[in-house]
Each structure stands twice: as C-alpha cells, then as structure tokens.
C-alpha cells in the first residue's frame, strides 16, 4: 500500500514568510498529487492538484512543484498570512479505481504576526 | 463552486443504536461519493466508494454490514453506523466528484459521539 509522509506536525513562521511543506511518498507513482487545506471542526478544501507529468503548479501565492524521482512534492505559501494557519494535507490517488486518495496526516502551519 | 453538505453536523447517540448521516451534493450531480472517517490528529482514511445505483466499495477493514451506505440519487448518499460502540465515535467526512477526477468536493464533515 501506499505510505505517504508530511515532513512534519506542525510548521510556525512569521508572517510574510513562506511556508514550505513537504510530502513524500513510497511504492507507486501516483497519476496525481492534491493538496488540501482543512480547517479545525471542517472537511478539507482543494487547493491545487498536480499531475505526474508536471513539475509544477501555480495559483496565487501558492506552488507547488512534483519530483517523482525523489517521490516527493513540495508544497509553497509565498506572503504567508495568520489566515493561512491550518492543517494542510497532500493526498495521492490509489492508482486503481479514480477518484479514490490516500491522505498524509498533514501538517499543521501557524502563521504569527 | 460546488457545494457539498452533511447533516447532521454532530450528533450523540447512545451505544447500541443506529445513526444516519447524510451527504448532498448541492448544485452539481456526483455519480460517485466517497465516506472518509478521521480520528484526531489522523489521516482521512477512505471507507467506502458510493456509487450511485449500485452496492457501494468498502475499503478493507471497514464491516459493510455496520456502516451502510446508500446511493439513491445522484444528490445523496447516506450513511449508517448501525449499533454503534464509543469506538466509533469519530469525524465523518463524505465528498463527491463531479465526473471528471481531477479534485473532490468535501462536506463540512460530521462529528458522532457514542456515549
């Protein structure tokens, strides 16, 4: 099965930095990569999905780029704001069946003034 | 944008009895709905792919005959914790797709306590 790692639990910088998560996979190279804020008490939002034949993705202040040599995406917040502070999680589908995502535990950003 | 929404947002029950949670998709048509169960601090972990019209996908692991779902239309699914445990106290989460597989649509989520 697939194992997917968020390099860490939690991720606090200063506002008007950027934030950079990262998220690394094993076995198989997923078709795609999403990445999804969640928000305490609240289901996961969309944020940008990736395709393995793309290196990288952008959408406002948010990259995020896909190496499927190193199995690895990272994930960038430029002009980070205290309302980016949320649990982001990077999901990879199952390879099978469409539509259905292995999710990482995420990690949670904190952005202080 | 499409919209998802669950209800209820949280419920108690006591152990023993059965719990329905419902998943509709707002302003758009999902053939396919997918229930994710979340403890603190987890991953979401699929439990079953619903398909509308048909008998849904259960991950393994997950008891089909505990957790019912049901794909009546093309707006709803539901699901069904039947004779619950406080083990099963956790946040459900259902999405939908629209067709195509690029990004899933995410209820707000609901949040079962069993006493």
């Known amino acids: 099965s697939q194992k997917i790692e968020q390099n860490s639990e939690a991720l606090n910088i200063q506002e008007g930095k950027t934030a950079t998560l990262t998220c690394n996979y094993t076995?198989?190279?997923?078709?795609?990569l999403q990445w999804y804020r969640q928000d305490p008490g609240r289901g996961p939002v969309f944020l940008l999905l990736i395709r393995e034949n793309e290196k990288e993705k952008r959408k406002e202040r948010l990259k995020v780029t896909f190496d499927t040599t190193l199995k690895q995406s990272l994930f960038h917040i430029t002009a980070s704001q205290p309302a980016d502070s949320a649990t982001y999680l990077c999901a990879l589908d199952r390879g099978s069946t469409l539509g259905r995502l292995y999710f990482g535990r995420g990690t949670q950003l904190t952005v202080w003034p | 944008g499409a919209v998802v929404s669950q209800h209820p947002s949280w419920v108690i029950c006591k152990s023993g009895t059965s719990v329905k949670i419902e998943c509709r998709s707002l302003d758009f048509q999902a053939t396919t709905m997918f229930w994710y169960r979340q403890f603190p601090k987890q991953s979401l972990m699929l439990m079953a792919t619903?398909?509308?019209?048909?008998?849904?996908?259960?991950e393994q692991g997950v008891e089909k005959d505990k957790f019912l779902i049901n794909h009546a239309s093309l707006t709803l699914s539901t699901l069904t914790v039947t004779s619950a445990h406080p083990e099963d106290s956790s946040f459900y989460i259902c999405s939908a797709e629209t067709g195509s597989y690029n990004e899933q649509f995410f209820g707000p989520g609901t949040r079962l306590t069993v006493l």
């Open positions: 076995n198989y190279s997923p078709a795609y």
């Open positions: 619903s398909n509308e019209g048909s008998k849904a996908t259960y």
